[in-house]
Each structure stands twice: as C-alpha cells, then as structure tokens.
C-alpha cells in the first residue's frame, strides 16, 4: 500500500485540519510571532487576526472554506476566531474565562476548549445548532476537542495531573470512549471522518511519536512523526522531522491513499536471499544475490533464468550489478582482487570493460542510460567523495558536488542526462538531488516524511525511485512522478524494511525487504503504481 505525499510547510508548528484538500494550521516565523495559513490549490494565504498578539492559529475548515481558529488578544486572553471570504470575527464562548476554536462542520457545527474561569482546567466543547455543550472527558482533566465530523462526533485529547495525553472519542448523544494505543504511553486524536475513522498520534514505550489511525476497534501504526487531521477521502496531514538544522526542521505533510496497480514478490531460484538494483524495458533484473552454498553473486535475472554478473578479476562474492539499459548493457561495481580497492565495470554481451575514474582511489558505477552513459560516485586521492558522469570515451562532468555538501555520488542518469545525486550535508542528514547536466543546476528531491532519502535510478520520462529513512530508522520506498511522491512499503503480512531502486520506462519499480518471519533475509519485489 502507499501514499502520494506533499510537503505544506518548512518550520510548521501544528496543522490541525483539512477538508478537501485546503489545509490550515499555523507556523513560527523568524521573529517568534506564530501566525495562521491556508493552503489550497498550492497557494498560501497567511491568516492574522487583526490586532492579535503575535499569535494567531487557524484550527479548522469546512467545505465551504469557513475557517476557525485562536488568537492571543491584547489583553492576555485567548479568544476564538472566524474567517470567511476575507473577514475576522471574534468568537468567545459565553461564560468561559478564554476559548480555543479547533474544528468545525459543514453544518457550521463547533468544537474546542474553554476554561470555566481563570485558574481552572479547560474544559472541551461542541456547539450544536447554536447550543453550547460543556464537558470533561474524564474528571475535571483539561479537554480539547479537535475535531468534528458532519454527523456532529468529536475526537480530542484531555491531560491528566500528570500532563500525560489521553485520546478520545465522544458520540453525537456525548457518550465518551477513551482512545489509547496498545502499549502506548500518551495518545492524542486530532481528526475523525463521517464514517469514524479518527487519526492522531502516540507515544510508545521508547519515548516515540508515531502517527496512527483507528477505524472499527482496529489500530495502525504510521510511519510518519504525527497525524493531526484526516478528511471522509482518507486524505491524512501531519508533521515529520526532515533535514535543515543539526537536530531537523518540522515539517507539515499531506498523504493522499494510493494503491499498487501491481505488486509480486521475486523469489529466486535457490536463492537465500537477494536484492533488485535495477530494471528495464524488457523486465530484466538486475542486483545481488546469496546462492544456496551461501556465495554472493551479481545478479542477473531475466525470463525465469538466473545468470550471475561476477567480474573475473574480482574477489570471489563483490560484484554488483546496479543497472540495466534497454540494450542489456549492465553496470555495477566490484572489489580488485590485488588492492581490494572498488572498481566500476560493465557488461555487455558476455564481455566486461572496467571503468575507472583516472588518479581515484575507488570508483562504483550505479547507473547507465540507453545510449551507454554512465554515472556513479569516486573517492579522489585527496579523500573527497565525488560524483560523475561518463560517456561515450568523454568524462562529462568529474566533479559533481551537490550544494555544501560533505560528500556526494550519482545514482541514475537518463538519455536527457538528468542525474540523480545522494549526497551528506553538514548535519549529517543524507539528501537527494536532482543534477541537470545541461545547467549544472541541482533541484531538491528529498522524499516528504524522511529524515534521509536516496535517489536511485531515473527513467526516460523523469520518474525517480527511492529508498528512504523514517525518523525512527525504519526503511521505506517511494517514487517521484508526474511532480508527486508516492511513499509505499510491500505489505505487511509480507515483510517490512522496503527500499526501492530501480526503475524502468513503463513505471515497473524493483527493490528489496525483509521478509516476514526471516529478518536475517531479503527478498526482491518488483511493483508499479
């Protein structure tokens, strides 16, 4: 299964609602004022309540575009807030000492929190059809509701004395049922759709955050940093730390579902374990893999027929084959049996050529396009890591370093030369870029959601896959196409750890995971969207 992914927000604090696919929610601005947003048809409008005190947070959005949320008044009180087609208006619930507006309706329906008087607990509430309800969900705890769906159900969070976080869910009658993942320390719910299905965040028992939703008693586990609203589409928003700073930058996301129009497992002929580098036209796969006596080979695998890649001058086991073009010409790398230093190579037609950058301690090749090109990364004799590109007898570019980066290596590279770089910035974080060979420019990619991305291989029509790091560790795939990311794993009755690297003309994605019940293995899988 997966997701198609955007990135809404650098430096995002808290997005707390969407519907459709317009988001709101807030941001910290460089002079440590907090101001409001909405995003819809990827153009930002910034939200400040009229003489609001430095902080102004949109909370929610209706269908309508009818937006809710809080500021901080002059005189050092919370007050709600509404804006619709360019207006502000106040909003303060009757008989509460402040008010936080958080959700609303398509019925115009209200939802959030109001302390009884100054000193006290906040309590949650709703505003039904103009009639206030105030409430605790548990004793006399803090209680905030974020979220209303149509048939007037609210989810929220309420704090105990400890200021540990409780999840909620109240019916449209106000009966209360606590929400808590299993196993978690704190549980926040901060979205629920018409059919029930609430989306939040949990704190588990190694003091993580991890995104969740909760449908028909059945929890799941997300792979991103917190979830902090959901619309009836399933459409999720959210933040995740990614790279900017040495210990990350919060990020806001929008994951939209998406499913596999394909997906197969690889298994091997007596293979005990293998990996998928590469893919082409004709389906042809290339990578690693484990015999049955346990020797590693290049791999490849073709029609049903495993042929192994392994370079004659090679230690025994080191040779891998990373890519395929249209031709069947492969490239790969491998460790000289003299120096043990890695060494490029190629393939083509039962014959190997080295390839080695001329002065380098060590070249690998990763990638190659249909007309032969070639391109890979290189330690100089100076100690730099260095990306390059090669072709045709002529090194086009030796010295591809991607922006203050610490080191660099290219990946895949295209028949129009667009080369995929990963690359080490000075946080230590790993990045993605995309290298024009015509402008010597380098445009972003890191993949929403990941605390480190790597680019793999780019087909003809500029589509890129990745392998990519969640903040907790854990392997992912996605590709890039048509402008969106799309962040999948193989599915988890099958295995976990996916990571993708290939990828072919007709959207055909091969890779690698570790499969279910034999987490010293991998297995390759080959998938498309």
Known sequence: MGVAVLVVGRGVELLVHLQGLAVVGHFGTSSGATEGFLLRGGKYTTLVFPGSNNLTEAGGINDSGFIVGTFYGSDDIYHGFTYSKGSYTQYDLVGSANTSLLAVNNAGNLAGSAAPSPGIDNQGFVVIGGTATK?????????????????????GTYYDFTGAAHGFYRDASGNITLITFPGAQMTACQGITDSG??????????????????????YTSQAFYADEGINNAGA???????????KGIQYGFLATPAK???YSTVKLPKATGAILYGT?????????????????HGLLYESGKVTNIDVPSGLPGSTTAYAINTSGTIVGSYR?????????????GGTYAGVVI?????????????????????FSQAGAQLGFSF????????DISAPNSLSTSCWGLNDSVQITCQWEDENGFFQSSLHDQSTSTFTSINVPCAWNTFAGSINTNGDIAFRWIDTYGNSHGAILSAGSYYIFDVPSAVGASTEAYGINDSGDIVGSFVPAGNPTALEGFVAKF
């Open 135 to 155: 409430f605790y969900a548990s004793g006399s705890y803090a209680t905030f509701v974020s979220a209303i769906n149509n048939l007037n159900q609210s989810a």
């Open 358 to 378: 001329p002065g380098s301690q060590s070249t690998q090749i990763f990638g190659v396009n249909d007309s032969g090109a070639v391109a890979g990364g290189y």
């Open 236 to 246: 999720v928003i959210g933040l995740y730390l990614g790279p900017g700073a040495p």
């Open 197 to 218: 299905v609430i989306a939040g965040a949990y704190f588990d028992a190694t003091n993580e955050w991890h995104g969740f939703t909760y449908s028909g008693g059945t």
């Open 260 to 262: 596999f129009q394909s």
């Open 391 to 398: 072709g045709k007898g002529v090194y086009f570019n030796l």
């Open 280 to 296: 082409n036209d004709s389906n042809a796969m290339v990578g690693l893999y484990s015999d049955s006596a346990g020797t590693t």
């Open 336 to 348: 000289d049996q003299k120096t043990g230093d890695y060494l490029g190579f190629s393939y083509t």
